[in-house]
């Protein structure tokens, strides 16, 4: 009887010594959540898109509210929510400028030489895995929508060239379209970026055009015809220097023979823009 009295008691003194510790860690140890926190996230577009650079909208609120970033760095949500949240904080709207999907291909259907008919699984990256898709430029789409089944946002379409639009409205810049590409065609740009390049091959001259009608020769012409330093012809494709003191005009694209260089503007669809006749150019 004793025995038992005894670890009763033991047992009792045990509890009432874990029970203290328990109760001065939750004192010192406890993290208080922002009470702004759950009103914030609730005022996000709950996306979970990553395109503020976070994991989640969970992750950005928390932010938000810890004041380490700007609601405008969100670039899903609406001018007017953004307002709504920065009254809500106390702070200004801020935030980093929209970015898009823009394909790095213009070579639709009629315009790429074909030196097989794929008639495998219908994806991309199964066509470049099995004989590169068959097209006579490797290195331009496919055409086989692998970007419109990944993008969750409905952002993507394919034309009625087989080549992928991405309506700029909905385009959230998640990336989830760079990332499924296995050629790696699509970037992620600011809207302010109006010159473009809608090529990814990097053959040269008549090598070049043999294999797309609307492939870059690296002829020079944009790179000349560019503010002095803003365009130069690497490895055959121009690189357009948007971190320069000068910025790169539409005059860049005017003599452009194969319309691979182009100016977007104004445009719903970042989809490839061709200036000049197919027919002309099928011809």
């Not at 099995?130 to 952002?155: H, K, N, P, Q, Y």
């Amino acid at each position: 009887m004793e025995i038992v009295i005894t670890a009763a008691i033991i047992m009792t003194g045990l509890g009432l010594i874990f029970a203290v510790i328990l109760a001065t860690a939750d004192h010192f140890l406890r993290v208080e959540e922002d009470p702004r926190l759950e009103t914030v996230e609730s005022m996000l577009p709950g996306n979970n898109c990553g395109a503020c650079g976070e994991p989640g909208c969970g992750a950005f609120a928390s932010k938000l509210v810890k004041g380490e970033v700007a609601p405008g760095a969100c670039t899903v949500s609406g001018q007017e929510e953004l307002v709504q949240i920065a009254e809500f904080l106390g702070v200004d709207v801020g935030g980093d400028e929209k970015r898009v999907a823009r394909l790095k291909c213009a070579g639709g259907e009629g315009l790429v030489g074909e030196l097989a008919d794929y008639k495998g699984i219908a994806s991309c990256r199964g066509a470049v895995l099995v004989d590169g898709g068959g097209r006579a430029c490797s290195w331009g789409c496919l055409g086989l929508g692998d970007c419109e089944i990944a993008c969750t946002f409905d952002a993507i379409s394919m034309n009625w060239e087989d080549l992928p639009q991405v309506n700029i409205h909905a385009c959230t810049a998640c990336g989830d379209c760079v990332e499924v590409c296995p050629l790696d065609l699509f970037t992620l740009v600011p809207l302010s970026h109006k010159v473009f390049v809608q090529c990814n091959s990097p053959l040269t001259g008549e090598t070049a055009r043999a294999s797309c009608a609307v492939a870059c020769d690296a002829c020079g012409r944009c790179a000349a015809d560019a503010p002095p330093g803003v365009i130069d012809i690497v490895d055959g494709l121009p690189v357009i220097h948007y971190d320069r003191d000068r910025e790169p005009t539409q005059r860049s694209t005017w003599r452009c023979p194969t319309n691979a260089i182009v100016w977007l503007e104004g445009e719903q669809f970042s989809e490839p823009l061709v200036q000049i006749s197919r027919e002309r150019i099928r011809a």
